[in-house]
């Protein structure tokens, strides 16, 4: 109930709790089966997890080069933006056919922890290797797959040990 100075403590909780259960969930794939009680084993998650990459990684990979050498976006902001693509395309895809988990909101800010964790790494690795080597369209690729298997690696294992794992 109201007092003359504001809204109760019981007021405020019940608006909390129905504001909780109005807050969407984070964007998924469009699919309808219940896949989620199925549990895969480690080498199907990890052949999953490897396609998945792949096709992440050309995301990533594919919108940093058109922005850097197509565009003339600065290496670092151009890595970044392709960086959150790729991961993006990660997590949707991994998130239904790699781990078959279900919605979550935790598992999304989790993943989002993550993400940003990698993305430190990732960008760190590229931006040092990528002025470390000579200038070129070959070494920024070479710096690309050193950095990227740095942060597959870390992904992959807190994904499987952590993220997945919560309900």
Do not use: C
Request: proline residues 4%; charged residues 15%; negative net charge.
């Amino acid at each position: 109930m109201s007092t003359p100075d504001g809204p109760s403590h019981d007021d405020w909780s019940a608006q909390d709790e129905e504001l909780q259960h109005h807050v969407p969930l984070p964007v998924e794939l469009p699919l309808t089966e219940n896949i989620a009680d199925d549990a895969l084993d480690l080498k199907t998650q990890v052949i999953r997890f490897l396609a998945t990459g792949v096709l992440s990684a050309i995301v990533d990979q594919g919108v940093n080069l058109l922005l850097h050498f197509v565009f003339g976006m600065g290496v670092t902001l151009a890595k970044a933006i392709g960086f959150v693509l790729g991961t993006t395309t990660a997590y949707l895809i991994n998130r239904r056919w790699t781990f078959n988990a279900s919605p979550s909101r935790a598992r999304f800010f989790a993943v989002v922890g993550l993400y940003a964790a990698t993305f430190a790494v990732q960008v760190g690795i590229y931006t040092w290797l990528y002025d470390a080597l000579p200038d070129g369209f070959w070494y920024a690729n070479v710096a690309f797959v050193i950095a990227q298997g740095t942060a597959t690696v870390i992904n992959f294992i807190v994904q499987r040990t952590v993220i997945f794992k919560i309900r």
